[in-house]
């Protein structure tokens, strides 16, 4: 049985704070649970970090990335490796946004040759970029 962990748990976990919280929060996440987790949990935590903690979005990226790689934690919907893949990726690209990273990564598991956007530097996350 995998138990699908929601935002509020993911953040509690990785900032520590409300103290209880956080507390049940890695109680858990640090069990032998099977754990799944989704891209868009990820990318909510992500924006919750920046926005209502202040993280800067280095130190948000580092966060998921160390998140994604526990050993009881498994992607829903999406290869574990090409969600660390695409976090790394965003990482070595020092101003890209992280939920494009993901947003390719997601296209690209699902088959698709190409991102419509009208940002023409999603195209650094490795799929081709066609403009409406």
């Known amino acids: 049985m995998v138990i699908a962990v929601d935002t509020s748990v993911v953040v509690r976990y990785l900032v520590g704070i409300p103290g209880d919280q956080a507390i049940r929060a890695r109680s858990f996440i640090d069990s032998s649970e099977s754990l799944g987790e989704s891209v868009l ?3 909510e935590a992500g924006h919750a970090l920046r926005t209502s903690y202040g993280v800067r979005r280095p130190k948000v ?7 994604v790689t526990l050993s009881n934690l498994t992607v ?3 290869a574990k490796d090409a969600v660390v893949e695409a ?5 070595e690209i020092d101003s890209a946004p992280f ?6 990564a997601l296209a690209r598991e699902a088959g698709a040759e190409a991102v419509a956007s009208f940002d023409r530097d999603i195209k650094r996350f490795g799929l081709p970029v066609v403009e409406p």
Request: proline letters at 0%; aromatic letters at 4%.
């Open 41 to 43: 949990v990820l990318l």
């Open 76 to 78: 829903m919907g999406m």
């Open 99 to 104: 939920a494009d990273a993901l947003i390719v």
């Open 87 to 91: 976090l790394a990726r965003a990482r």
């Open 61 to 67: 990226v580092e966060a998921l990335l160390e998140f």
